[in-house]
């Protein structure tokens, strides 16, 4: 028997097999063809499956509905219980799906009565009570209670994730009490001037269906980390946690709807900004999230198919100095360091000047700011100054960055320029945020200086100044491990005040005597601009929302 | 039975290597200094919140004491809960594996039909104008960077041309899941103008992930023809007459393909571990992204998790890849 298999088969056919291997060979020959013929018909067929494809990937796009909009964000929605996370990545889930008993809406900021009606302070600022509205349902149809909004404290309270941080210093477990079926009274353990302003974060779940689905008391974690039990003005549709949600229009939502919305929204992950950018100019999105770098806004605009809504934000950009360790403990120091800092290039020059200098420890456009601060601006000569009355020793500084936010790389590179000209050695450490925020939390491990941001959680000034500079939050908030007992008394004062203008003028000298003392590199303000399709209209921006709020968008 | 040998021994070197595997991402992501639980309960946490959530999910547990606890579970088929998403590992995983394994597979079928070919037409004229035209677009295909193969071929496909479409797996949001294969999915409702979107979307992925591993085909094929066109069997063969055509395709192809196979395999799990970045440029809802958000959230779990996925079809991939070349090559069995 003749096979060509191997070497070692050839080597032992005879011949006088000749004639019997050419017609072997034939064999081998016709059936070569025929598998050839099969091959090419089967790409053929491929290619012309691949060519359909495209043909009908055209009619397919071109069938987006005019009431319908996909809004591309680069923060995954893996989870979509609005009490397990609190952060501005993923607000579009809580905005959307959920209500709160107030609602914070457009820029500056305004707190408008949502499914409260109405509430009354007692006048010794413990006891909140609020009225909500007649006819307020779930997507499920059931009425919203009083006492669903009462256990939904209670659930942020007892899973103490997310917005959990803003009540658990004020508000006890089981104190929230149901008064009737449209009367709910917060009892806090403390006045707390801030927490009219926290209210929007208390989102209402349904109790019934979430308890439905509680295993091993987690309060219905596991469930409503994929599932919805909302009263939003979109009900969940669909969702896959690897590419986003999807939401209805709610019809019967309590807030009456306008004439113009979208039936259908869907919110996208889209991890690359470059994907997202290029998706909004092809019109595969008609939104996406408005956090990104000058030059990509400016290549946004000169596609032409895109609008940019430009709006001062709140979102501040600043150094974060160690105050407790030398020589940042001097105050000489801290002020050298404010002075070697090149403002002007980095606003200007660096970032085209699409951020707002703010020389303060909160937006300069929030009430509580004082208009009178200057702040602090380049001048080598004024550093070199200070730099001479510094007693302790100069050694290398270490500088923290974010992976990845080059913004917060260019910053330090201009900083250890400036700290080069005083003749201060510094090294950048770059960072994932992960990373970052761990260490910040460490005094012993932390950076000389770190650059980062603080987002609006909350239209008050004391989620900036307050936050960051009160002793109080030292190892949480406080990373600069500044305390002051001055700033420490205006602080907790205007925490306690009902007073408006008194609190106003508390934080405003709070602010004045954290500049003073140089306590971090105050840079800029943040600038939002909203980049959406030139089709859809009607976005409305607050810097809590990240104009994510979907029920004001229609499209033309 | 040597093939039952072969494949008893790959098998039980899977248990150490995954083991192996296991420890030593453990250790590299337990030894960042990073704070999962900082980053999924928000900035404005206390201390004290942090603590008492590392203490539930036993974070503030001694290191071996917790990779034990994670071995255990994973004995269980438990590979734990992610601590970003809040979801077990397993349900976030296998939700996404169909659409990495999609990708792949249907580059790779397209990395060998391209590949093989031209290996043997770039042997066949080898050292000719068009074997160093070859041999250009190969070294390239190994040399570019997938990333930015990735955003050339959008910017070129998508934006310029308008053929293909950007990003994503599909418009909207694809069939209902049945197996998870959009491409089966479709065939089985009988949607063939899903199929065809789906087929569509997969065009410039698969391009990025297909020429690399192509070139990889073409190299070792190419070099495999060049040698056995030397043996002597094919000597015999042209001797006796045979067309040239049928010695090349047929006889010398089936002897240059062993080193071919052995590469498919280990490409195929390549492709897998590559799909980190393809997925992340084109918005592919696969493992490969989901990893990227593991480590972006220090997301022990999740990052293990993917590991252990990948490092298994790795090796269960070398088993196959051995039993092929006892198939392809009789003398490998005997």
Same mark, same amino acid.
């Given at each position: ?31 070569? #063809? +025929?598998?050839?013929? %099969?091959?090419?018909?089967?790409? &053929?067929?491929?290619?012309? $499956?691949?060519? !359909?494809?495209? /043909? ?120 929230? #009490? +149901?008064?009737?079926? %449209?009367?709910?009274?917060?009892? &806090?353990?403390?006045?707390? $001037?801030?927490? !009219?302003?926290? /209210? ?357 | ?334």
């Amino acid at each position: 028997m003749f096979t060509i298999y191997s070497l070692k088969h050839t080597q032992v056919a005879k011949p006088s097999d000749t004639n019997r291997e050419y017609e072997m060979m034939k064999d081998d020959v016709m059936r070569l #063809r +025929a598998q050839a013929n %099969r091959v090419a018909t089967g790409c &053929l067929r491929a290619g012309r $499956a691949l060519v !359909l494809g495209l /043909v009908m990937l055209g009619s397919a796009t071109g069938t987006a509905l005019a009431d319908r909009a996909v809004i591309a964000i680069g923060n995954a929605f893996d989870n979509l219980d609005p009490h397990q996370v609190f952060d501005v990545g993923r607000v579009a889930s809580r905005l959307n799906l959920y209500d709160g008993l107030l609602r914070w809406e457009d820029n500056p900021p305004v707190l408008e009565p949502w499914l409260a009606e109405s509430y009354e302070i007692s006048e010794d600022g413990k006891t909140y009570t609020f009225t909500l509205r007649e006819g307020a349902i779930f997507h499920d149809g059931t009425p919203i209670t009083a006492e669903d909004v009462a256990w939904s404290m209670d659930r942020i309270l007892g899973i103490n994730k997310g917005a959990a941080s803003l009540f658990v210093d004020v508000i006890e477990p089981g104190s929230t #009490r +149901a008064l009737d079926a %449209r009367t709910v009274q917060f009892n &806090l353990s403390k006045p707390s $001037a801030i927490f !009219l302003a926290t /209210v929007p974060e208390i989102h209402v779940v349904n109790m019934d269906l979430v308890k439905e689905h509680i295993v091993d008391d987690d309060w219905g974690q596991a469930w409503l980390s994929g599932h919805e039990a909302g009263s939003g003005s979109y009900a969940l549709k669909r969702y896959d946690p690897a590419i986003g949600f999807q939401g209805e229009r709610f019809a019967e939502h309590f807030i009456p709807w306008g004439e113009k919305y979208l039936d259908e929204v869907e919110f996208r992950y889209v991890m690359e900004l470059n994907s997202r950018i290029l998706g909004l100019i092809a019109g595969d999105f008609q939104v996406t999230d408005a956090y990104m770098p000058y030059d990509q806004i400016k290549r946004l605009e000169e596609s032409g198919t895109v609008d940019i809504n430009e709006q001062e934000s709140m979102r501040i950009f600043y150094g974060v100095i160690h105050n407790n360790r030398a020589p940042m403990n001097d105050i000489n120091f801290r002020k050298a360091i404010n002075y070697a800092f090149d403002y002007d290039s980095f606003i200007n020059d660096i970032n085209s000047g699409s951020v707002a200098r703010d020389p303060l420890p909160m937006p300069g456009n929030i009430w509580g700011a004082p208009s009178d601060v200057e702040g602090y601006s380049y001048d080598i000569e004024k550093a070199k100054e200070y730099m001479a009355k510094v007693e302790e020793p100069v050694r290398e500084l270490t500088i923290g960055t974010i992976t990845g936010y080059s913004t917060t790389e260019e910053a330090a590179a201009l900083l250890q320029a400036g700290l080069a000209e005083l003749g201060v050695p510094s090294k950048i450490v770059s960072d994932p945020f992960t990373v970052l925020n761990a260490r910040s939390m460490d005094e012993q491990n932390t950076y000389d200086i770190y650059f980062t941001w603080k987002s609006t959680y909350y239209a008050d000034p004391h989620n900036w100044v307050g936050e960051l500079y009160s002793s109080s939050t030292i190892g949480s908030r406080n990373n600069s491990y500044y305390s002051n007992p001055d700033v420490d008394k205006l602080l907790d004062r205007a925490l306690i005040s009902t007073s408006m203008e008194e609190r106003r003028g508390l934080y405003e000298d709070a602010a004045r005597m954290v500049v003073d003392d140089a306590a971090g590199l105050f840079i800029y303000n943040t600038k939002w601009f909203g980049p959406t399709s030139k089709d859809l209209k009607g976005q409305r921006f607050s810097p809590i929302g990240n104009g994510l709020e979907a029920r004001w968008m229609y499209r033309e | 039975m040597k093939l039952l040998v072969i494949l008893v021994n790959r098998l039980a070197w899977l248990i150490p290597t995954v083991f192996g595997l296991m420890a030593i991402t453990f250790a590299i992501t337990h030894i960042i200094p990073a704070d999962p639980v900082a980053a999924v309960i928000g900035e404005n946490a206390s201390p004290e919140q942090v603590a008492a959530l590392k203490e539930k999910l036993g974070l503030d547990k001694p290191l071996v004491e917790q990779f034990v606890i994670y071995l255990t579970g994973l004995l269980r088929g438990d590979f734990g809960i992610s601590l970003y998403t809040q979801r077990p590992i397993s349900e976030d995983l296998f939700a996404r594996v169909p659409a990495t394994i999609e990708l792949s597979v249907v580059t790779l079928f397209v990395a060998i039909a391209a590949g093989i070919p031209v290996g043997v037409i770039s042997a066949v004229h080898r050292n000719s104008l068009l074997d160093h035209a070859l041999r250009i677009f190969t070294v390239s295909g190994l040399a570019i960077a997938s990333f930015w193969l990735a955003i050339l071929f959008q910017l070129f496909f998508s934006m310029y041309l308008g053929w293909t479409p950007l990003q994503g797996r599909v418009d909207g949001w694809g069939p209902d899941p049945i197996t998870g294969f959009f491409i089966v999915d479709a065939l089985i409702i009988g949607d063939f103008e899903m199929l065809g979107d789906v087929l569509a979307h997969m065009v410039l992925p698969v391009l990025t992930m297909a020429y690399p591993a192509m070139a990889t085909i073409v190299r070792f094929t190419r070099a495999g023809v060049l040698e056995a066109i030397s043996s002597n069997f094919v000597m015999y063969e042209s001797a006796m007459g045979f067309p040239r055509r049928v010695i090349i395709w047929k006889y010398v192809l089936r002897s240059a393909l062993i080193g071919t196979v052995t590469q498919i395999g280990l490409i195929f799990g390549i492709l897998i571990a590559n799909s980190v970045v393809v997925e992340t440029v084109f918005d592919w809802p696969g493992i490969g992204r989901y990893a990227v958000d593991s480590i972006l959230n220090s997301d022990y779990n999740g990052v293990m998790g993917f590991a252990v996925f990948t490092g298994v079809i790795f090796i269960l991939i070398n088993a196959l890849v051995d039993i092929l070349h006892g198939l392809i090559d009789p003398r490998e069995t005997r």
